[in-house]
Structures are given as C-alpha cells and as structure tokens.
C-alpha cells in the first residue's frame, strides 16, 4: 500500500541533499512523520496547505516502513500513517510537483 507525504519544496530538497529528514515543523513538534493515505491525501492538503504553492507529493511503501509506521486515530477518528523514525531517500518511491490550480491542488489522476 503506497502512502503519502506532503513537502514544501524546501523541505523536498533538504531530503534530497541529507538523504534523511524528521520531517516538516508539524512532524518535528508532534514527535512523528505525518503520512496519508490516498484517499485522505486530498483533504489534507486542503487542510494543512491552502493556497500553498511549490508542494512535493511524495510516495513511500507503507510495509517498507514496518516497525516504525503506526495507525493511529487522528482527524475525523480516522487511522493515519505515523513514522517514528528518520525517513530516508531510500523510503521514497516517487515524488510528483502538486501544482496549485485556482486554489485547488492537482493530484496525480492513478491516484484520485
């Protein structure tokens, strides 16, 4: 199951350069790499990014991650994906630009 990672894109080149990151200042502060699933992926972004342009959708493997990824009940008492721990280079399966449209961010279509 391929889960998801918003960056912005300073965040998505300092993955790239270090190799690792602990995340974005919401992942540094909560203790744990917020992930979401394809289906939450949209909402979250139109939660947490409104309006934000230069974001980084970013894939990863959910059972690559095991046994530091946890479901856990956040937003609307829905389970989602946590990292507890570094998340690498050699996590990510791809990463796509998500460009702002007339205030919307355009998915991937093989996702929505």
């Keep these: 199951m391929l889960i998801y990672k918003i960056f912005r894109t300073d965040e998505w ?25 394809a289906s939450q992926s949209q909402e979250t972004a139109a939660k947490h990014f409104a309006d934000a342009e230069g974001l980084w959708l970013i894939a990863v493997d959910a059972q690559g991650l095991a046994p530091d990824l946890r479901w856990e009940i956040s937003r609307g008492g829905a389970e989602f994906p946590h990292l ?3 998340m690498t280079m050699n996590d990510v399966l791809w990463a796509k630009p998500l460009p702002l449209v007339n205030g919307t961010h355009q998915f991937p279509e093989d996702m929505v």
């Design 13 to 37: 080149t300092a993955l790239q350069t270090e190799g690792e990151t602990l995340g974005a200042p919401i992942d540094l502060s909560d203790g744990y790499i917020h992930f979401s699933t």
């Design 84 to 86: 507890y721990r570094k």
